[in-house]
């Protein structure tokens, strides 16, 4: 009615009339307004908190009255009392409304509360979780009323959150009569709802929950295993580690894990348990790290490549290898989180991003979803560098990606010297053009190598190797210093005129840095090294190059950078060693682990995973496998940075030096198995 | 239009226009006629035969002729030669209608054929199972057509049989891309659908799947657990089996099976998991008996008791030992059959029925199916007997139904020389009232005991005990006989006049059968067999009036005996025993295993299980345990047939003598523990 007061929410600016005496709680759900609440307005979860103003406020046209709500009622002074409510707060289920008023809800009190992503494409992302805790309170039984406790449960969520059709695992089913009682019918209902599937009842505790639920976002490589625990209210990470894949024994790259299962009879199986194995221990692993019970963790996302994904389910690769490459299954999956080995909730789901062909897997549909090519005026080329490399080349017209194997050199794998990223790694690299002296970073200390201070900081970790970032700067780094020639070919110490060089039977190591003395490692790059490099790049390139034909472009105008290591990587150093296609370096930018990224916004947001789901059914998936032009563009890549494309990015920025040391007895590079 | 050849279906009588060429499979669809097919119309499951008519039709006004159907074609001429076609039947998917007609559809074509069940209720069961196979023809995968062997199967289910969100577990789409490899492309799907949830993938054959698919139904009881194996295209029994239930060693009753969950942390895990071990046990018996595979049994129906339920789902049954009763769950579940042990296609699914309340559990549910007392015009009682007995009285305006705990007597548990129904068991028995010698026929002999031929026959068996229906005869006939006084004391030879009348402590013991002379067992029913039974009895009796008592009846016009031996009852001797109230004999019929049947009718008609569903809500549960009555009707009931009922429908058929053999020290039976 007219006369009804007027209520206006910031900062939604949603504004209509209730009627005098209306809980803020009830006139936010009426208005549409984002306001939280756990106990469903029973003043005891206090995430209904709203700030109240006062005064003149002529924008909205409207001026507050001191008793515009009325004043703090008993619940709320005990609230106030017990756990504090800050100055000028109230609890938007107590407070009622009687004259015109406004309101602000403060973010920590909106339930879908925005949070920004800084990212390539910068983006607001807004938490709408599949996960969300529910108090009711329960009917108890009595002899007239026969049905189950179950029963009863569920009627208190459909009156209560309008939650129909919940259903129940036997594991929970087990535990509702005890909590039910223990918590004296008033319950916390911890549900699993993405809207499409019928809601499942993960978890019961007695009286209200404290604290938030939590979930997994999980990067499964082929040879490194990411994830992240969230907090599912707000999306901040708690824990990040990662491990190495346990499949790694099976076979370094993906094609020599599905021939170990053609040729083993129950090979698949064996590799299927092995990495659900390492997918609970790197759940274990971040729980208590973030000192989160298990039990918390109420919802896990995977991304993976197709074989890795393939394997994780156990469903035999073997079809993967063969064209034309046909997945068993492509569409999203919902299993329980146990079924993949996820030591957390026992009856928590686990959702498996959609996967986009045979050899273009859910990390590459979950790149696109973290970095959105779908909306980019112009074409943006996507890499996100792993043992298998996902690409990604697309504008708001269109989107096509393939995969590339380029083998788990840029990890650190299959190097002399290299290790993973951790503590004690090098990761940056300097060698000076004249003295051909390096220096360097290594992780966990601030201070380069020939810094005050160094060594005793240093000395907590030792200089233990080279991480990915690290050895793609060094042998960069080592090309701009003309250690290195075009070909990939490391000078001898007369060649180059440095003791760094040092022969190593028929070719050359450059020194990078020698612990031997304090009985630490001798840290060099070998021929063997930069060979190892030049397929990765080489296969990274030529992948590029095939979308770049398919989409009919020459240059790039912009470049995302992804990977475990991807916000570590140099753009200058990327170009000089022809990682990607040329481009200007202040157009290249870092988004991290791109694909883990994407997991994390599919675990908070529902909305994000219909969102790929469609999307993914739109992008054009190119077949490196069997691309004729894959090839030339490989062995044309294989020079460093390019034996034909010119680089004009990159000319004024540095100066590659015009050297060979080619000689008799040249070991060429081969190209490696896929 | 108009001038389409008219068509006409019997026996439904359905008819209609179709234009000319339409096949009769196609027409029968477009009519809503009943007419089988898995191929789905490619000539090869000859599911849809028809036989088409001649000649003049006056009835339905046509005259059908000669080639009112196209003729035999190749496809039809091949099937012929290799499979062999009745005469004067066509492959409805081959033939085509050219001008008006007239076809019968024989009742094996008809995919929800009726069958008739003989029962108390005679009814119709319309077989709709949940479970059907699929012929489907699957695109290929080719480069163009990434997605999943799965997607595409789900696919070709939709375009070909309207099968929509199909999902699969994981055990499934670990075996698709092998199968249809294998069969071309061609293949079986095995699909659940019980049309409330999203259909399941059970299973996937390469090609056409010869035979049909099976299903078990169980009825889980205290002491027993029975299975059938039922095929799923005509609802016939293959196979029936039952074995001991393993938690017997826990306890023999409910109840002391709860106090052992109480007593022993992880008792009730250990019953638990020797339930489903005794499940696992009887599904294999039952496909071995068949000679059916595992894998084709592809749903599973149980019935149970509410303590039974809550231990087979590995639930605590704590709370259905006190007040109020509260079953953790009471709706309808479908479960993998797995979870409960069964050992068959391991993506089956089991419906366990609802239950009505705390003490009423889906057996009782099972046999209300069964049943149908809400379908009858007068009050009918049905007892199902068994360790736990079901009683439910009901008409069309209401059905009340309680549980009574009769202890495993009837079963022939806790009877001295007690034993299952099974060949050598001694099953009916007659006792001379003046000479006082006993005769009796045992299961698997046909002869009597005193005729020619029985002791050859019974060579095979020997004679090994007396089993449930045999107990309650042996009384009944001791009593008629003069042997055992209305308070159920047995006399002493002197007092009775036969030597087979022996002491045994301070009581007697009547000797039935002396084997022991072949090295056979010495056969005897003992005072304390009698109490057993006395206790028994009295809380049937006591169930059933306390139902009277509410229904608001004194007599009963209709009793239905159901149980494990509920076909071999004799309702003359269940009178006499005083199992149930006054009734005339010949208004008391058998049921056989009532309990079982209903489960057998959910496995084949998910109709039914919707009905029992809506019916289960609509009983009315009397609590035995807490009803003041139930005790004065118990103690009222021990005498035999009744201290104060007067059994009017029994005078005339039968004499009861009036003897006493109470003297000093006699020993009153015992309230058993419940």
Request: with cysteine; aromatic share 2%; net charge negative.
């Given at each position: 009615m007219a006369d009804d007061p007027l209520v206006i929410f910031t900062p939604s600016g949603k504004r209509g009339r209730v009627p005098a005496g209306t809980p803020v709680l009830e006139a936010a759900r009426k208005l549409g307004v984002d306001l939280d609440s756990v106990c469903g307005g029973r003043g005891i979860c206090s995430k209904c908190q709203v700030a109240p103003g006062k005064g003149a406020f002529p924008k909205h046209g409207v001026t507050v009255a001191e008793d515009a709500l009325t004043g703090i009622n008993a619940v709320e002074e005990r609230y106030d009392r017990i756990r504090g409510l800050k100055p000028g707060r109230r609890l938007g289920c107590q407070a009622r409304i009687q004259s015109d008023v406004v309101i602000d809800v403060p973010p920590e009190s909106q339930l879908h509360r925005q949070v920004i992503r800084k990212s390539a494409s910068e983006r607001v992302m807004v938490m709408d979780p599949a996960v969300r805790p529910f108090y009711v309170e329960v009917v108890e039984p009595d002899l007239d009323d026969p049905t189950g406790d179950f029963q009863r449960l569920s009627m208190a969520l459909e009156e209560q959150w309008q939650i129909k059709g919940l259903r129940a695992?036997?594991?929970?089913?087990?535990?509702i009569q005890k909590v039910l009682r223990k918590g004296e019918w008033k319950v916390t209902a911890v549900v699993w709802d993405d809207g499409r599937q019928p809601p499942q009842l993960i978890d019961l505790i007695p009286g209200l929950l404290d604290g938030p639920l939590y979930g997994l976002a999980i990067d499964l490589g082929s040879t490194t295993i990411a994830g992240h625990l969230v907090a599912l209210d707000d999306g901040r990470v708690l824990a990040s580690s990662g491990l190495m894949n346990p499949q790694i024994r099976f076979g370094e790259d993906l094609m020599s894990r599905v021939s170990y299962a053609m040729m083993n009879p129950g090979g698949a199986e064996e590799m299927t348990a092995a990495v659900r194995d390492g997918l609970g221990h790197l759940a274990t692993a971040l729980a208590e790290e973030a000192g989160v019970e298990p039990a918390r963790i109420t919802e896990a996302v995977v991304v993976c490549n197709p074989v890795m994904h393939h394997l994780m389910l156990g469903i035999d690769p073997v079809e993967l290898g063969q064209a034309p490459f046909a997945p068993a299954t492509s569409?999203?999956?919902?299993?329980?989180?146990?079924?993949?080995?996820?030591?957390?909730?026992?009856?928590?789901?686990?959702?498996?991003?959609?996967?986009?062909a045979g050899h273009v897997g859910?990390?590459?549909?979950?790149?696109?979803?973290?970095?959105?090519?779908?909306?980019?005026?112009?074409?943006?080329?996507?890499?996100?560098?792993?043992?298998?490399?996902?690409?990604?080349?697309?504008?708001?017209?269109?989107v096509l990606a393939c995969s590339s194997p380029t083998g788990p050199a840029f990890e650190g794998a299959q190097i002399s010297s290299g290790q993973r990223a951790a503590p004690g790694a090098i990761e940056r690299v300097r060698i000076d053009p004249l003295t051909k002296e390096p220096r360097f970073r290594i992780i966990g200390v601030e201070a380069w190598s020939d810094e005050p201070g160094f060594n005793e900081a240093?000395?907590?970790?030792?200089?233990?190797?080279?991480?990915?970032?690290?050895?793609?700067?060094?042998?960069?780094?080592?090309?701009?210093?003309?250690?290195?020639?075009?070909?990939?070919?490391?000078?001898?110490?007369?060649?180059?005129?440095?003791?760094?060089?040092?022969?190593?039977?028929?070719?050359?190591?450059?020194?990078?840095?020698?612990?031997?003395?304090?009985?630490?490692?001798?840290?060099?790059?070998?021929?063997g090294d930069i060979r190892a490099i030049q397929l990765a790049k080489s296969a990274l390139y030529a992948g590029a190059r095939l979308l770049m034909d398919e989409f009919g472009i020459e240059t790039l105008d912009r470049v995302v950078l992804a990977g475990a290591f991807g916000a570590h990587i140099s753009p200058l150093h990327a170009l000089v060693l022809g990682m990607i296609p040329d481009c200007a370096p202040e157009r290249v930018t870092s988004a991290g682990n791109a694909a883990g990224t994407g997991a994390r916004i599919a675990l908070c947001s529902r909305a994000a995973r219909v969102e790929i789901e469609d999307e993914v059914r739109r992008v054009t998936r190119i077949e490196t496998a069997i691309a004729p032009r894959f090839q030339e563009h490989f062995v044309a890549a294989n020079a460093i940075p390019h034996a034909t494309d010119a680089y004009p990015g990159l000319v004024g920025q540095v100066s590659l030096p015009e050297v060979s040391y080619n000689t008799a007895g040249d070991d060429r590079p081969r190209r490696r198995r896929r």
């Open positions: 695992d036997l594991e929970v089913l087990a535990r569409d999203a999956l919902v299993l329980k989180a146990r079924e993949l080995g996820l030591k957390i909730a026992p009856p928590a789901r686990a959702y498996v991003l959609p996967i986009i859910a990390d590459a549909a979950a790149v696109v979803l973290s970095e959105q090519p779908q909306k980019s005026e112009t074409p943006v080329l996507i890499v996100d560098v792993g043992t298998n490399a996902e690409i990604v080349l697309g504008d708001r017209t269109r240093a000395k907590a970790t030792g200089i233990t190797g080279i991480c990915g970032s690290g050895i793609i700067e060094a042998v960069a780094e080592m090309r701009m210093a003309g250690l290195v020639d075009p070909s990939g070919l490391i000078g001898s110490a007369e060649q180059v005129g440095t003791a760094r060089s040092v022969p190593q039977g028929r070719t050359h190591s450059y020194v990078l840095h020698d612990g031997t003395a304090e009985g630490g490692p001798l840290i060099t790059v070998t021929q």
